[in-house]
Structures are given as C-alpha cells and as structure tokens.
C-alpha cells in the first residue's frame, strides 16, 4: 500500500489544474506571438501570474500533505488540508485579476494558507508529543 496514498490523490487533481493554468499561459503566447517573458502583453501577464502563483504554493502544501501522512496524521486531516488546497487555488485562479483584490482572490489565498497552517500544527503537534 502507498504510504502516502491521500496526499498522491490531491497531487495529481492539482497536476491537472497546472497542466490548466500552463495550457491558458500557452495559448496566450500563441495568440499574442510572444515567446518569452510577456511582451507587454496584460492578458498573458495575468495568465502567467496565475500559474506562478500556483507554483509558488503548492508544492510546499504537498510536501506537508505528504511528511505529515507519513508521520501518520489522521486521514480526515490530510482529506481537509487537499481539499482547502484544492479549492483555494482554484478560487485564487478564479479570482485573480489584474487591477483589483477580488473576494474569490482573498478567499483561495486564505484556504490555501489555512491548508499549509494545518499540515504545520499537525506535523508539530505530533512532533512533540512523542
């Protein structure tokens, strides 16, 4: 049996909404005709924004999904903290825009954040409970 079976479920939900946010980048700088960087372009900026986003949060968050289920965290613990990683980057995908800080935007950051708070106080607490 996988050690980490939970974790590798969210892992590959989240690879598929990257495969997403690339796809999006990718058919921008067809359309604009930019190879690298964003030419000015602020559609491709905004795509682009929102797949580094992605990138810069969850492979931490899955590193902690995976290091507390391998410490042995309860399944609905690693269940909660996919799940608010799951939503949360979608709805911070959603609600990123390029001139305002919208609800979906603040919601999915704090979900997001809420999902690593919770893999931290878990993987804490059973460190110094032993």
Known sequence: MNAVLITSIYAA???LIMIALS??????RGKANVSILDGGNA????????HGNFIENV?????????????GVGHNWIHAAG?????????HALGLSANKATPLRM???????LSVLLMVGNILYIAFAK
């Open 107 to 113: 919601v999915g950051g704090v979900l997001s954040t």
């Open 59 to 71: 492979p931490l968050a899955l590193l902690l999904m995976a290091l507390a289920e391998l410490d």
């Open 23 to 28: 796809s999006h980048v990718s058919m921008q």
């Open 13 to 15: 939900v989240l690879a």
């Open 83 to 91: 799940l608010l990683l799951v939503v949360g980057r979608i709805l």
């Open 43 to 50: 559609e491709l900026q905004l795509r682009i924004r929102r």
